[in-house]
Structure formats: structure tokens, C-alpha cells
């Protein structure tokens, strides 16, 4: 049974950083591209960033690029996201996520994290 657990989530002010780290377990982890997917009260989730199997391709959203970096260590199953600068608008549940192939092009999510908290005040 796959498992996807986040952390690193919490309250933080405006121009501040959080690292999120997502560990799996039950799953090949080094086969497959993972995601960070992201949702705001009443608003649609968002892909945030993603990362293909062995890390050499990465892609962020517009909103997040410059600021946020995602990695991985394939070693340790796990799953990074810095964020730095952060907005009052990166305010959401941040969830891990696995993709069904090594690359999110062509792929679809598989499985799902319950997601951390980020809040970031002003």
C-alpha cells in the first residue's frame, strides 16, 4: 500500500521560508516523477512543482518560480520543497503527490498525500 506523508508545514510571516519534505513508503519510489500540489480556501488545486524520476527535469508553476526549488533524494524516498519569499498568496494545503509514470508529461497523479498546512501572514 502506497504511502505519501508530508511535513514541514506551519505559520510563517510574509518574506519568510518553509521546507516541506513528503516520505513514501509501499512504492518504487525512484521510478516515478512526484508532484506538489497545493490548495487555497475556495479555490482550485494547483500544480505547485514538479519533478521527474531521477530529478533531472523539474517545472513550477508561474507564481512559484524563482522562489520555490523542489528536489528529491531518492535514497531517503523523499520529497522537497523550499520556499522562500514567501506570500500571504502560497496560503494553502501543500500535497505530496505520485505520478504514474517518470515524467508528470503524459502521466497522472496515482496517489495522494493528506496534504500540510502553510499559512503565511502579512
Known amino acids: 500500500q502506497v504511502q505519501l506523508v508530508e511535513s514541514g508545514g506551519g505559520l510563517v510571516q510574509a518574506g519568510g521560508s518553509l521546507r516541506l519534505a513528503c516520505t513514501a513508503s509501499?512504492?518504487?519510489?525512484?521510478?516515478?516523477?512526484m508532484a506538489w500540489y497545493r490548495q487555497a480556501p475556495g479555490q482550485q488545486r494547483e500544480l505547485v512543482a514538479s519533478?521527474?524520476?531521477?530529478?533531472?527535469?523539474?517545472d513550477y508553476a508561474a507564481s512559484v518560480k524563482g522562489r520555490f526549488t523542489i528536489s528529491r533524494d531518492n535514497a531517503r524516498n523523499t520529497m522537497y520543497l523550499q520556499m522562500n519569499n514567501l506570500k500571504t498568496e502560497d496560503t494553502g494545503v501543500y500535497s505530496c503527490v505520485r505520478y504514474d509514470s517518470g515524467s508528470v508529461w503524459g502521466g497522472r497523479p496515482a496517489n495522494w498525500g493528506p496534504g500540510t498546512q502553510v499559512t503565511v501572514s502579512s
Open positions: 519533478i521527474s524520476l531521477g530529478g533531472g527535469s523539474t
Open positions: 509501499g512504492v518504487m519510489f525512484n521510478q516515478y516523477a
